[in-house]
């Protein structure tokens, strides 16, 4: 589509041009996507402050075996992305950007070496155009932002399954020099990213990957080439990575073996017991959201991709090993007991490959039904952007910059589809198409880049504690004599421990005691009895959204009741 843009013969100038464009406009992305505004927002849900707590502990106390939360060992999960956070803390300081920066690292990784295998199998224009796309769908952003697990896992995944790829000899061809079939480097480096992986997340490691080569084997029958990745050298660089941490922490820690892999990975995966519960569909769901905003593109690979299929019943070795990725990956977590949105994310580069790959294998001939379903998905935002416009002024009052925003973002969605479809259909008359086409990204990267302003907008109140901590510190409120009452959120109680350095409890109502309590609402009486006094301090409430009461006993604070007025 684009490749008059890249070789023009008759103008050498042109030709370099453009590669400088493709050079600056992929940097842009990258950088934009993964790197910009890591700190925009606090810790937020039950996860980031947690993992946080702990590579922050790990950088003070130089324990690097036995991750520790509030003091007491906590086995939830591996220790790479600690090791990755601590690390960054140590040269860069503590804060949001910081934690959030091996994630980031991670996302690049495997959207690197993804390109460099679309690049060996399918060519240049696949691999520049996945270089695009992918950073900028939403699964990705989002991910590369968080100080979670999930994308130091899904980075370490991928890089080894761009090394399984090679190593099964998937980028041989004629052209290919005369190597070994299983290059020794090769082994190795996937034995060592897959023992990365099992350092990231656990065990899930193995089975996905070896799921996925189990059915890839399965449709081409190469089962010998499967084999190939049993090799001693992949299971000697595999040990050497993984193992030493896991004997290392179970000698340490008697409960490790029955929290870490039997609670943590059993039972999170055959039983409810973790509240996870969604329905079988959940990731289908999932997944067109994580691939905005190129939902349209994927859908409509998936459907002329599987006609296709259907009539020639030949798929290419290449292709059969990403569908088996990405199938294996969504079958293997739509059985499990526990669903969360993070789960699916190792199936998101391979869906990736497939649908740049598809847009130009399978456009020929077809570019009228590309065109048409991105121009309906631009019409369909456009219609979200309409309806948010006229429905915002009536639904958040508490924040007036919320239809603002989200109309922003459902404009540039629908921009992105326009430009993109409307480039496809042109990039057969014009070779104007492919630069409209490229500039498909650029609503992205603008609402990427101000996502720090836009953020706030769709919140009351600071979602994390870093506010709240602010506050606190501001009215100089002793932390080891406060408490929280529920409705108060996991994820904000969590992150207001972190910030304030200390374990905050919650209330205990069938044991008061004297100190200060936050609570959203003024109903702090029902809670400390009648042996006790309260009094609201002076709080920010238009800022917080909380109550803050200091909590007396009734004979020391010599009154009957509460004054009612701040402190």
Request: proline letters at 6%.
């Amino acid at each position: 589509m684009t490749e008059s843009l890249i070789t023009t013969p008759e103008k050498p100038w042109a030709s370099s041009a453009a590669r400088i464009g493709w050079v600056v406009l992929i940097l842009a992305t990258l950088y934009v996507c993964y790197f910009s505004h890591l700190g925009a927002i606090g810790f937020v849900g039950p996860d980031e402050p947690r993992y946080a707590w702990i590579a922050r502990d790990m950088a003070e106390t130089g324990d690097w075996v036995t991750p520790r939360l509030y003091g007491k060992p906590w086995f939830e999960k591996p220790p790479l992305f600690y090791w990755g956070a601590a690390a960054c803390f140590k040269l860069f300081g503590v804060s949001e950007a910081a934690a959030r920066l091996p994630s980031a690292i991670s996302a690049l990784l495997a959207t690197l070496a993804l390109a460099w295998l679309a690049l060996r199998l399918y060519g240049p224009e696949t691999a520049r155009w996945l270089l695009l796309l992918l950073p900028t769908t939403v699964g990705m952003i989002g991910f590369s932002h968080a100080a979670a697990t999930d994308m130091p896992f899904n980075g370490m995944l991928t890089v080894a399954m761009v090394c399984a790829a090679v190593v099964l000899g998937l980028t041989r061809n004629e052209n290919t020099p005369v190597i070994p079939r299983a290059p020794w480097v090769t082994l190795i480096l996937f034995g060592f990213f897959i023992g990365l992986a099992v350092l990231a997340k656990g065990p899930a490691a193995i089975i996905l990957s070896g799921g996925a080569v189990f059915l890839w084997a399965l449709f081409t029958r190469r089962w010998r080439d499967a084999f190939r990745l049993f090799h001693p050298a992949a299971i000697a660089a595999f040990c050497v990575t993984a193992l030493p941490w896991y004997v290392l922490c179970a000698r340490r820690n008697p409960d490790f073996f029955r929290i870490f892999i039997i609670e943590h990975n059993f039972k999170r995966y055959l039983t409810p017991e973790f509240q996870h519960i969604q329905p079988f569909w959940f990731y289908g769901a999932v997944l067109l959201i994580a691939l905005l905003p190129w939902t349209a593109l994927a859908v409509w690979s998936l459907v002329v991709g599987s006609a296709q299929l259907w009539r020639s019943k030949q798929l290419s070795p290449d292709s059969c090993f990403f569908m088996a990725w990405a199938l294996f990956c969504l079958i293997f977590f739509s059985i499990s007991k526990s669903k969360l949105p993070g789960y699916i994310l190792p199936a998101i580069p391979a869906i990736a490959v497939l649908v740049t790959h598809s847009r130009f294998a399978l456009a020929s001939g077809r570019t009228n039904s590309l065109s048409i379903s991105l121009c309906v998905s631009s019409l369909f935002f456009a219609c979200c952007f309409a309806i948010v416009e006229y429905l915002a002024p009536h639904i958040s009052q508490a924040n007036v910059n919320f239809g603002i925003a989200a109309g922003f973002i459902f404009g540039m969605l629908s921009v992105a589809n326009l430009f993109l479809g409307a480039g496809a259909a042109l990039s057969a008359k014009s070779a104007l198409g492919g630069g409209l086409a490229v500039c498909c990204v650029l609503p992205i990267l603008s609402f990427v880049s101000i996502a720090n302003r836009l953020l706030p907008s769709f919140f009351y109140h600071d979602p994390s504690g870093r506010t709240l901590s602010e506050e606190l510190r501001r009215r100089s409120i002793p932390t080891g004599e406060l408490a929280v009452v529920r409705p108060l959120s996991r994820g904000l109680q969590y992150s207001l421990s972190f910030y304030l350095r200390k374990e905050i409890a919650e209330w205990d109502r069938n044991h008061p005691k004297e100190g200060y309590v936050l609570t959203d609402g003024k109903y702090i009486k029902a809670q400390v009895g009648s042996d006790f006094t309260f009094e609201e301090v002076a709080f920010d409430l238009e800022k917080t959204g909380y109550f803050l009461y200091r909590i007396q006993r009734r004979s020391l604070a010599g009154d009957s009741g509460c004054s009612g007025k701040p402190k």
